[in-house]
């Protein structure tokens, strides 16, 4: 009986376990962290976005090698997940592209998942940090702090740097490197904005309706990059935050780690066209003070924005042409200047990770050493919002698992680094 040692017991690596035990496989998961499946209980806000029913999007993925995410995703997609799921017990519903778990709960997901290891005769050892790995001989052998474990497989399962508090604390990276890995640096992905303006605090709390226009211009002179995105707004003390934020932000933390510069344009009022609102303003209500015509269109705390940003100093003046025309400019192209983001504690994924190209697809074991298997956000590769990392969690977990279980062990010339 093939023996295989899981590092990491999350979403990719609970699905290895499975995968691999289902093959007939001796399997035992090693999990950091006292509990597993922490950051999956908080995915989708607690309530767990398995899966998308969606991915007409090119960019769903974005990282090292769109044509990699294509190859794994076409052996295990959404509809094998969502399969997977139903059959072992759990009823799922779907809310928009969204593919949830019926009762809402992500502990549903974490606690179908620990039923079947158990049925399966995993072992689970929790508390169980690793430390390093090796092979030699053909065997290899994972060292935690207190024991060391041998096996004819690893599976490096470990999560990135986000959110460090469930786990994810990037050792996995160390790991990876000890193998002959080539890491791409990782950065805060899915991740609020820090913004120069000072303004922002003012607004701070607000929810708004909005799109964003992004523009990066890279460090090194080359082409400027633009990007778009529509959804919910969040005005916070620092800058932006919401989905349609999280969405565009892995690109400005690209840019701002390598130094490039990154500028934002927000439509704050993406439902009504610049002309439209012109109309209102100016033509429909001339007896009005500026203040009053914008009340019932803007949120009450973004019109003294609004007005001293457009150098308006009161509410109740009566503007001329000149001055709405102005306005209807700033709410519909609300300048903003990136300076950061928040840290990987605030990032749901990260970007960067194992450099994707020695990677198998097909297998997700590594090229550079045979044996070796990698999963989920320890590669490069990240997801937009929506069910789509989880995706790529169960993905890479399953072909991982499954892949490690069957294949016959060899020891190919030039493949091993012992």
């Not at 973004?302 to 308006?312: F, K, N, R």
Request: proline share 3%.
């Amino acid at each position: 009986m093939k023996s295989i040692i899981v590092i990491g017991g999350g979403a990719s690596g609970l699905m290895a376990a499975i995968a691999a035990a289902r093959e007939g496989a001796r399997v035992t998961v090693l999990e950091a962290m006292d509990k597993p499946a922490k950051k999956l209980l908080m995915t989708g806000n607690g309530r767990c976005n398995l899966t998308s029913l969606d991915f007409s999007r090119e960019d769903c993925y974005r990282g090292g090698n769109r044509m990699f995410c294509q190859q794994v995703l076409s052996q295990f997609d959404h509809h094998s997940t969502m399969q997977f799921f139903e059959e072992m017990g759990l009823l799922l519903q779907n809310r928009g592209s969204g593919v949830y778990p019926l009762t809402d709960q992500a502990s549903s997901v974490a606690d179908r998942l620990l039923l079947e290891i158990q049925k399966l005769s995993v072992k689970l050892k929790c508390r169980g940090k690793v430390t390093a790995i090796e092979k030699k001989e053909g065997k290899w052998t994972v060292y935690t702090e207190s024991w060391h474990y041998e096996a004819d497989a690893v599976i490096l399962a470990c999560g990135s740097q986000a959110v460090p508090a469930t786990g994810s604390d990037g050792s996995g990276y160390a790991l990876a490197r000890m193998c002959g890995h080539t890491i791409q640096k990782p950065f805060p992905a899915l991740v609020p904005l820090k913004c120069q303006e000072s303004f922002v605090k003012k607004m701070a709390g607000l929810r708004t309706r909005a799109v964003i226009d992004m523009e990066i211009w890279p460090s090194d002179g080359s082409t400027v990059q633009q990007f778009s995105e529509s959804g919910e707004l969040q005005w916070t003390e620092y800058g932006i935050s919401g989905i349609v934020v999280f969405q565009l932000s892995r690109y400005a933390s690209a840019t701002l780690q390598q130094k490039g510069r990154v500028q934002v344009s927000v439509d704050c009022l993406p439902s009504v066209t610049e002309e439209r609102l012109f109309d209102l303003l100016y033509k429909k209500k001339e007896k009005e003070s500026i203040g009053d015509r914008l009340t019932g269109i803007l949120p009450k705390k973004m019109i003294p924005v609004i007005l001293e940003l457009c150098q308006i100093r009161k509410a109740s003046d009566r503007p001329d042409e000149t001055q709405i025309k102005r306005i209807c400019k700033m709410i519909k192209h609300l300048p903003l200047t990136v300076t950061g983001t928040r840290s990987f504690e605030q990032a749901q994924v990260c970007g960067g990770g194992v450099t994707l190209s020695e990677i198998d697809p097909c297998t997700m074991e590594s090229r550079i050493i045979s044996g070796l298997y990698l999963t989920g956000e320890l590669m490069d590769v990240d997801g937009i919002c929506g069910g789509y990392n989880l995706q790529w969690a169960w993905s890479t977990g399953y072909l991982a698992g499954k892949s490690s279980a069957v294949k016959v062990t060899s020891h190919k010339k030039g493949e091993d680094h012992d």
